[in-house]
């Protein structure tokens, strides 16, 4: 009984290692920009980043007509007078120059905020389609694989074909 014990627990090892380890690789921003809910949120993006260098440029414009009527007037104004236009003048740059960087910090949060289900689902995919056709791993194309063995399978066009995009 040792003996045939000893021999499964030699065997079983081995017989683990001789099934073909299937290992995948993807490429994440071509099925991404496949699918069809990336086109709405480029749509919103856009429409934000439009209103809001619509905003950054009115603000603009209104320091530049201000520092024009300073410059025309400035001969004529007083000491005191003069240093509360240039601290304004001062004030209204910090203030664009804040306005902006708050500006892109929101943009890149809302472009997180609406990618992320976007990536969920096209994780979900990539799990469904590696459980179903029993894939060891899938690596991220993108990522810079050192080496990729011809028994490597793209997995791809499965996962198109799993989110319906094909």
């Known amino acids: 009984m040792k003996k045939i014990a000893l021999f499964f627990a030699a065997i079983l090892p081995m017989m683990a ?22 086109n709405d949120i480029e749509k919103q993006m856009a429409d934000f980043n439009e209103k809001n260098t619509k905003y950054l440029q009115d603000m603009q414009v209104e320091i530049q007509n201000k520092a024009k009527a300073y410059d025309a007037e400035k001969a004529n104004l007083s000491d005191a007078i003069r240093a509360a236009r240039e601290e304004e003048l001062y004030s209204m740059q910090e203030r664009l120059q804040t306005t902006y960087q708050t500006l892109q910090q ?10 992320k289900p976007v990536q969920d689902k096209l994780r979900a995919a990539i799990e469904t389609v590696g459980q179903k056709n ?18 490597a399978v793209d997995a791809t066009p499965l996962i198109k074909k799993e989110l319906g995009i094909l």
């Not at 899938?138 to 063995?149: D, Q, W």
């Open 106 to 115: 929101e943009g890149q949060a809302k472009q997180q905020a609406l990618l």
């Open 134 to 151: 029993n894939f060891f791993m899938i690596f991220e194309s993108e990522a810079g694989l050192l080496y990729k063995s011809p028994k």
């Open 17 to 38: 290692m001789a099934q073909e380890i299937k290992i995948g690789y993807v490429s994440t921003q071509e099925v991404m920009m496949l699918m069809p809910e990336i």
